[in-house]
T-cell receptor
Framework: EDKVVQSPLSLVVHEGDTVTLNCSYE??????LLWYKQEKKAPTFLFML????IEKKSGRLSSILDKKELFSILNITATQTGDSAVYLC???????????FGAGTQVVVTP | SQTIHQWPATLVQPVGSPLSLECTVE??????LYWYRQAAGRGLQLLFY??????ISSEVPQNLSASRPQDRQFILSSKKLLLSDSGFYLC???????????FGDGTRLSIL
């Protein structure tokens, strides 16, 4: 059975801290891993990773994939209160693009 | 640019009543379309997906159904709602199976 596991489930940090979120996966035919940010409504797409060791970066957020150890990390540097959200990772489990999501990591950034 | 619309944003329905949630995508053609449900504090669970008009695949047995009457329209329905149908329902689209999915704002459904 395909599965995606995120850790930690939640964390609280102060503004300016760096946050590292983990996502491990077991997917029979691995194709890619995706990260989303969910505030109150729609998850918004952050990154899609397909190759090991190549960091993707967008502003203060970055992510990398390790296909040998079957995990990905999402880093947020110099956190701001606007980074408070649930961060979801997901992996397609078949050729139709069906996504298996992790339970998410809730990040709270305090001023 | 592409946009996805879902409505209503919130809905309160009695047990046993019917349901119809609608999702439309603009700015693209022949999108892959998906319905997810998110229970409180949990990840997203795929309910249905569609790769074309009239083509629906169901992932979880339940009293919900989906239809795709037009290329960019995806409808989630039920004839009789159960208490367990409460949750946050999200529609998503992608331009291809290897492309990321993009989500609508969701419908928060409460069953009384």
């Amino acid at each position: 059975e395909d599965k995606v596991v995120q850790s930690p489930l939640s964390l609280v940090v102060h503004e300016g801290d760096t946050v590292t979120l983990n996502c491990s996966y077991e997917v029979t035919n691995f194709r890619s891993l995706l990260w989303y940010k969910q505030e109150k409504k729609a998850p918004t797409f952050l990154f899609m990773l397909t190759s090991s060791g190549i960091e993707k970066k967008s502003g203060r957020l970055s992510s990398i994939l390790d296909k040998k150890e079957l995990f990905s990390i999402l880093n947020i540097t110099a956190t701001q209160t606007g980074d408070s959200a649930v961060y979801l990772c997901a992996a397609p489990t078949d050729s139709w693009g069906k996504l298996q999501f992790g339970a998410g990591t809730q990040v709270v950034v305090t001023p | 640019s592409q946009t996805i619309h879902q409505w209503p944003a919130t809905l309160v329905q009695p047990v046993g009543s019917p349901l119809s949630l609608e999702c439309t995508v603009e700015g693209t053609s022949n999108p892959n379309l998906y319905w997810y449900r998110q229970a409180a504090g949990r990840g997203l669970q795929l309910l249905f997906y569609s790769v074309g008009i009239g083509q629906i695949s169901s992932e979880v047995p339940q009293n919900l159904s989906a239809s795709r009457p037009q290329d960019r329209q995806f409808i989630l329905s039920s004839k009789k709602l159960l208490l367990s149908d409460s949750g946050f329902y999200l529609c998503a689209w992608s331009s291809g199976v290897k492309q990321p999915q993009h989500f609508g704002d969701g419908t928060r459904l409460s069953i009384l």
